[in-house]
């Protein structure tokens, strides 16, 4: 049995993450300050031990060093997956105090900390949005990078540090580049702030934008799975996947209609008259994953497969609520 940390593990993805690893019969200690993610989104996890919790701020190292002490003792910490972030990113466009704190400084210090504890596997969700606007075909791993928002600039940077720790503490290194991703349990994101406009106002769904931006998606269920084939296959000290779905994308607009006729069949779209959601939006990308695919994984779903399957998903849990 192995011992994972997680940190923003009470979150989206690091929830479903966390049951991943369990399944696999493995030990999962998860560090969130709960800012984002839940309590409930642990208690969900179903498996006889459960998950770990250790409420603790990331970005503020003496907290994070009084975390480590209270797990790393027994048996130890083999892998970490750092999965904490500042997941608003027109927040941290208004602030990029916000992306300085929760996506950089997080990253800082548990470097710092698995120095000093002595633990060498690290796996890191970036992003898409280190690339920033396209201007020629899709985006590779060797692509430049010229994020156009504090979150991007801060994963980036995340990235440079994390290799950077390669040569002096680390010995194994896997980065994420993640496209959007959709499913449950839904934390933010355009289905979620859809359903919740159209549930505030019922005959009218306001959409950021004119719904002419295009966006690859990728189901969650799927993002994990392709996480873990890395982790198994890669044989590279330090490898980096982009991880997405292997067509254009969806239009924001398909996401609109897709939300409305399943959730309020009824309610009309407006739309607003830029070309782009908010200040830091990239409104079209789209990916190319041939090195996954070359690695040996390849996704079943379409973006709009993965956008259908995830509206069910995230109407049924705001149903419920
Ligand atoms: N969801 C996506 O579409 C997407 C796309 C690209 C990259 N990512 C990355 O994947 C990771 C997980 O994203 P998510 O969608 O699950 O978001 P999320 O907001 O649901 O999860 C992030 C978690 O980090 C925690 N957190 C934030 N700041 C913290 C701090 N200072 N100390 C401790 N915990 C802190 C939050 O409470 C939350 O539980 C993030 O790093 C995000 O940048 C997500």
């Known amino acids: 049995m192995r ?3 997680i940190t923003g ?3 989206f993805i690091g929830a479903n993450l966390a049951q991943s690893l369990l399944n696999a019969g493995d030990r999962v200690v998860i560090f969130d300050n709960l800012s984002r993610g839940s309590r409930r989104n642990i208690e969900m996890l179903s498996s006889g031990a459960g998950a770990e919790l250790v409420v603790v701020d990331i970005s503020q190292h003496l907290s994070l060093d009084t975390a480590f002490e209270k797990v790393v003792a027994s048996p130890g910490i083999d892998e970490v997956w750092h999965l904490a972030a500042n997941s608003d990113i ?5 602030d990029p105090n916000i992306d300085l704190r929760d996506t950089f400084l997080t ?3 548990l470097l710092l900390a698995m120095k000093r504890y002595g633990i060498g596997t690290l796996h890191f969700a970036s992003t898409s949005a280190v690339y920033g606007l396209q201007v020629t075909g899709a985006f590779s791993e060797l692509d430049a990078t010229l994020p156009i928002s504090n979150y ?5 940077a995340s990235e440079a540090q994390i290799r950077a720790a390669l040569e002096s ?3 194994r290194v896997n980065v994420f580049r993640f496209p959007n991703v959709v499913g449950l349990p839904a934390t933010h994101g355009v289905i979620l702030d859809f359903v919740r406009k159209l549930q505030l106002n019922e005959a009218t769904l306001d959409v950021l934008g004119n719904g002419t931006q295009r966006k690859p998606y990728l189901h969650v269920s799927e993002l994990i799975e392709a996480m873990m ?3 198994e296959h890669s044989r590279e000290s330090y490898s980096l996947y982009n991880m997405g779905p292997e067509d254009g994308g969806v239009l924001v607009s398909s996401i609109a209609e897709e939300v409305r006729n399943q959730f309020r069949p009824n309610a009309s779209i407006a739309y607003g008259k830029e070309d782009f959601g908010w200040v830091g939006d990239v409104p079209h990308f789209s990916y190319s994953t041939a ?3 070359e690695l040996g994984w390849r996704p079943r779903y379409s973006s709009m497969h993965a956008i259908q399957r995830a509206v069910a998903e995230v109407v049924s849990q705001e149903s419920s609520r």
């Open 3 to 5: 011992t994972h940390l």
């Open 229 to 231: 084939f890395v982790r």
């Open 291 to 293: 090195k996954l695919a």
């Open 90 to 94: 027109p927040a941290g466009v208004r």
């Open 9 to 11: 593990g009470a979150g």
């Open 107 to 109: 990253t800082f210090n």
């Open 169 to 171: 503490s680390l010995e």
């Open 152 to 156: 991007g600039a801060m994963k980036l």
